[in-house]
């Protein structure tokens, strides 16, 4: 497993499944910036990556990544990943359901040593909302 990978993994597994927003300092360099996170108040960095963790646990709950395969390549790395979890909370405007669903998930990163500098992801965002009866 490369350096990269247990960093991906280690983020999914350490940070976004048990909402542990301090590490986030240690994960993303100083002006982290994430293309593809819901719009947050937060400036670039740390705090950036904090708010779409805090956004994701008001929403869902027993939240899970499975990250499937990883493709690294110099500053980059590219991964599929599968999300599964239960909506608890208001989720882009929709009420709490209660329900669980899988989302799929492709991302991109560039990384600065040890830390992720960008963020880019393609998520089945649609897909879930029709799983949690938002969409028909």
Not at 69 to 96: C, I, K, N, W
Request: some cysteine; charged content about 25%; proline content about 7%.
């Amino acid at each position: 497993m490369t350096r990269h990978e247990e960093i991906i993994r280690g983020i999914y597994r350490d940070l976004f499944e048990t909402g542990d927003t301090d590490l986030a300092d240690r994960l993303v360099t100083t002006d982290f910036v994430d293309h593809a996170a819901p719009p947050s108040p937060a400036p670039p960095g740390p705090d950036n990556l904090k708010a779409t963790v805090a956004f994701l646990h008001s929403a869902l709950g027993d939240i899970r990544y499975e990250v499937h395969e990883v493709l690294s390549a110099g500053d980059r790395a590219a991964y599929r990943a599968t999300l599964t979890a239960t909506q608890h909370g208001p989720l882009f405007g929709h009420p709490p359901t209660g329900r669980r669903f899988s989302m799929q998930q492709i991302h991109m990163v560039r990384f600065d040593g040890d830390r992720i500098a960008e963020h880019w992801a393609c998520r089945d965002d649609l897909g879930a909302l029709r799983q949690l009866g938002h969409l028909s």
